[in-house]
């Protein structure tokens, strides 16, 4: 119910809105010194109403970062694979952009210094993500270290309490919103 909800709030949004939010929270993340200095960031390509991270990932890249995306696996577990400009992107599984580079493995994310992920919503008090459902992310932040910044990008409305946790569910730090940048834990 709960993600339907948020699905439904998403596509009521302007464009003009989704790009403002976007500019909003690439300004505010590239402000961050522990973004500044990430030498290997994780990040996705979003689709459809999801806070769009196009400028971001392009941001990071131009800033000197590297940047890995994931690849969908058959499994549903998410390889990685370097990011390296606009034109190095084909269409994956659900029509999602993916890196044409070579894949990585299920465990590049353990390298990275930054990592940032898709949500729907993310508890206020418990930093506990609500993704789609397939898990996929939870994965792959389970094989992140205890100190990587894991930023969960929003759209303002979404840092929420109550969100249904399960045992798999992870945690992230951090959640990136136009309005600003809150820590979790």
């Known amino acids: 119910m709960l993600r339907r909800t948020i699905v439904a709030a998403r596509r009521s949004m302007s464009e003009t809105g989704r790009r403002a939010g976007a500019a909003a929270v690439r300004e505010s993340l590239m402000d961050r010194p522990w973004v500044q200095m990430a030498g290997l960031v ?68 353990r390298t990275a210094a930054l990592v940032i992920v898709p949500a729907l919503a993310v508890d206020a008090k418990t930093g506990v993500r609500l993704g789609r459902g397939g898990g996929s992310y939870d994965r792959a932040l389970a094989r992140v270290g205890p100190n990587v910044p894991t930023v969960a990008l929003l759209h303002d409305g979404e840092l929420i309490e109550g969100v249904p946790t399960e045992s798999h569910d992870q945690r992230v730090r951090y959640a990136a919103m136009p309005s600003g940048i809150i820590a979790l834990r």
């Open 42 to 109: 994780a990040c996705y390509w979003s689709t459809g109403e999801e806070p769009q991270t196009h400028g971001l990932v392009f941001a990071l890249w131009k800033h000197g970062a590297t940047v890995i995306l994931p690849v969908l696996r058959a499994d549903h577990d998410l390889d990685w694979a370097v990011y390296d400009g606009p034109d190095s992107l084909e269409p994956g599984p659900y029509g999602i952009m993916q890196p044409v580079d070579v894949r990585r493995g299920v465990d590049a994310i």
